[in-house]
């Protein structure tokens, strides 16, 4: 049976969650503009599985509407009870680069409670290059989890404000050699001398993967 934007209404509308599911799943093979007409009555279904991948989806379909798409995603992510999908709709506002919800990242990552809704907007903040973060991602650096500093060193790196290279320089001695690894990308990006003078201690780190990394940086610039 061939995927019609008619059987995937059908499909959404259908009590059963497999059926939700699927459709979901389906408007992927459709036109983008469909796909984004359809996609808009499953953000708000019933069950979470349903909206996590419709969410997802609006990295790629939001293009058609960066207003509405806007809406959408600021909704979900405040409002949404499920933190899985706040965090989902904070990626697809980085991915579309919609700086416009700056201020409401900003605040739920002051009050929520949940690590990965603040690692996605850590990420997200980064990936929309959004100079008013960089307060923000200093803050971040600070966290007790690991992988919100992680994304704080990318994103710093990301947006591109060579204040970030002190506040990064004391990581280059993390024991995490994952963050260290995110790290030689990030001061790569950012290029001043006082960067290169660490990407050179980096290139002689005891893990290969920071090392290798480290040399290429700086072969680069």
Not at 53 to 68: E, F, P
Not at 178 to 206: E, F, I
């Amino acid at each position: 049976m061939s995927i019609t934007p008619e059987s995937v209404k059908q499909l959404l509308s259908s009590e059963d969650l497999g059926d939700r599911l699927r459709a979901v799943n389906q408007i992927r093979q459709l036109e983008p503009v469909v796909g984004f007409e359809l996609i808009q009555s499953a953000v708000t279904d019933s069950n979470t599985r349903v909206r996590y991948s419709a969410i997802s989806q609006i990295d790629t379909l939001g293009g058609q509407d960066l207003d509405l798409s806007l809406k959408i995603l600021r909704d979900r992510l405040l409002n949404d009870p499920e933190p899985d999908v706040q965090a989902a709709a904070a990626d697809c506002l980085g991915a579309l680069k919609l700086g416009e919800a700056f201020d409401d990242l900003q605040e739920l990552y002051q009050t929520t409670s949940e690590w990965i809704v603040r690692f996605s907007i850590i990420a997200a903040l980064g990936e929309m290059g959004e100079p008013r973060a960089f307060e923000l991602l200093k803050e971040a650096l600070s966290s007790d989890n690991e992988l919100v500093q992680t994304a704080a060193i990318s994103s710093l790196g990301d947006l591109g404000d060579t204040q970030a290279v002190p506040l990064l320089t004391p990581y280059a001695t993390h024991p995490d050699w994952q963050l260290r690894y995110r790290l030689v990308q990030a001061l790569s990006r950012l290029g001043t001398t006082d960067a290169k003078s660490v990407l050179g201690n980096l290139a002689n780190d005891q893990v290969e993967a920071v090392a290798t990394e480290a040399k290429k940086a700086l072969s680069n610039n």
